[in-house]
């Protein structure tokens, strides 16, 4: 194909993927082996949008991911418009944890939710709904714009996401709130030896 079909059928892949896709995922799907002509392709979209100036914008976000989006000045305006995702109570429940703890390492929502959580994990990663960064031995776990758009939050601020969600981790997973509760205490005793035996080690008896 020429670079009028590759980049149409760029522009079609983002617009139906409804979530942030890497290059190397596009370049998958497309089969586009060059992944920098496939990046020139993308920063070729996002321009004439923006010359256009429509509500529609192609944006770098997550690092090295690309995603068509409404921009913020109207995606306020027709949030109301928007289908929710469908998730099941599993997957609700996670991300309802992750939305009140953010930023939260992974190991802890798997700590807190089990084995299932991994495949929880994956499909709001898929869905947009959260973002996932490399830290240490883990991942580290928050929300995303899109998130905060499909909960009609007026930004994806984790201080205002968190104090909303402290009332449905409270009102409706007393079991987790006990399950974190269990975990404060265990983390407090873990500090408060650690540092007993600091102590003993620098003035023996």
Do not use: C
Request: net charge neutral.
């Amino acid at each position: 194909m020429g670079l009028l079909e590759d980049k149409a059928l760029v522009e079609a892949a983002l617009f139906v993927a409804g979530r942030p896709l890497s290059i190397k995922e596009l370049s998958k799907a497309l089969g586009i082996k060059s992944l920098d002509y496939l990046e020139k392709l993308i920063e070729l979209i996002a321009s004439e949008y923006a010359e256009r100036k429509s509500a529609i914008e192609v944006v770098k976000v997550a690092g090295d991911k690309w995603v068509m989006q409404v921009k913020q000045e109207y995606s306020q305006r027709v949030i109301h418009l928007m289908p929710k995702p469908e998730l099941r109570a599993g997957e609700l429940k996670t991300l309802a944890l992750i939305a009140y703890l953010q930023p939260v390492e992974q190991s802890k929502i798997i700590k807190l939710r089990g084995s299932q959580a991994y495949e929880h994990i994956r499909k709001l990663l898929e869905m947009g709904l959260i973002y996932a960064e490399p830290y240490e031995r883990t991942k580290l776990l928050g929300t995303t714009d899109k998130f905060a758009e499909l909960y009609g939050f007026p930004e994806n601020d984790p201080k205002i996401i968190r104090e909303a969600f402290k009332k449905v981790i409270h009102a409706e997973y007393e079991d987790l709130v006990k399950k974190l509760e269990e975990t404060e205490v265990q983390r407090k005793s873990a500090t408060t030896n650690s540092s007993t035996t600091d102590e003993s080690i620098k003035n023996p008896t």
